[in-house]
């Protein structure tokens, strides 16, 4: 659970906070705020592509321990989160990227996060809403991995995708929605691999612009991997793929 170090209430002090160049995690709004001083925040949670959610009046509450919120409360994050164009600025011909689409579940999250940084990946990019929070049980199954490796967080992965492959990036998605398996993929040239929720998979609008996709074996009545296993075991071929270079 966040401490209450962690939170920030009242919306003066939120855009304050952004303004100030604070990273926040996610800033709750109470259902049917309005006003112009709300407007003002609202263009910048949009601005800098924050995380946010409308809620009911309780769940503020319950936030801010009754403290005054004036309908909103924000979390702020634990690390600084990158932009994308200060990730491609840094591309080589052996980059490496891992974007994660709908994949909510804290602890895998964390574990995929400690795998990437194990296998040299460049950077972690994921959607602004429908992610995974990196809160304190992400960071600690990380162990450590959160603070060492870059993560950008883009309001749509599809457009994040297209900037990826205007730079020459192969996207490369996990699925079993293909008779291809990730062995059939050369991964020895510029990677953005791509994984998705165990229950949803990878979306099919970013499956239909993917340039490769691959899938794991399945040799048992189990139909699918828990997907930071099944991340580990994609990244793992990418690294066996370029030793041999």
């Not at 601005?47 to 909103?72: A, D, R």
């Amino acid at each position: 659970m966040t401490n209450e170090s962690t939170k920030i209430f009242g919306i003066r002090a939120i855009i304050e906070a952004i303004n100030s160049g604070q990273t926040l995690e996610k800033v709750y709004i109470q259902k049917g705020l309005k006003g112009q001083l709300f407007s003002t925040l609202n263009a910048l949670i949009k601005e800098h592509s924050i995380s946010s959610s409308h809620v009911p009046i309780e769940k503020l509450n319950h936030l801010s321990k009754h403290q005054n919120h004036q309908g909103v409360v924000a979390k702020i994050s634990a690390i600084a989160f990158h932009s994308l164009e200060s990730i491609l600025a840094t591309k080589t011909t052996n980059s490496l990227y891992l974007l994660l689409d709908q994949v909510t579940d804290v602890r895998n999250f964390g574990a995929i996060l400690r795998t990437a940084e194990c296998t040299n990946v460049d950077a972690i990019i994921v959607p602004n809403q429908g992610s995974a929070p990196l809160n304190a049980d992400a960071i600690k199954t990380s162990a450590g991995a959160a603070f060492k490796i870059p993560i950008c967080k883009v309001n749509h992965l599809l457009d994040a995708i297209y900037e990826l492959q205007a730079e020459d990036i192969q996207i490369v998605s996990v699925t079993e929605k293909t008779d291809n398996t990730i062995y059939d993929i050369d991964f020895r040239k510029p990677t953005a691999l791509i994984m998705g929720s165990e229950h949803k998979g990878i979306s099919p609008s970013i499956l239909k612009i993917s340039d490769q996709k691959g899938k794991l074996p399945l040799l048992g009545a189990i139909e699918s991997l828990n997907v930071s296993v099944a991340c580990g075991v994609s990244l793992y071929e990418i690294v066996r793929q370029r030793s041999l270079t």
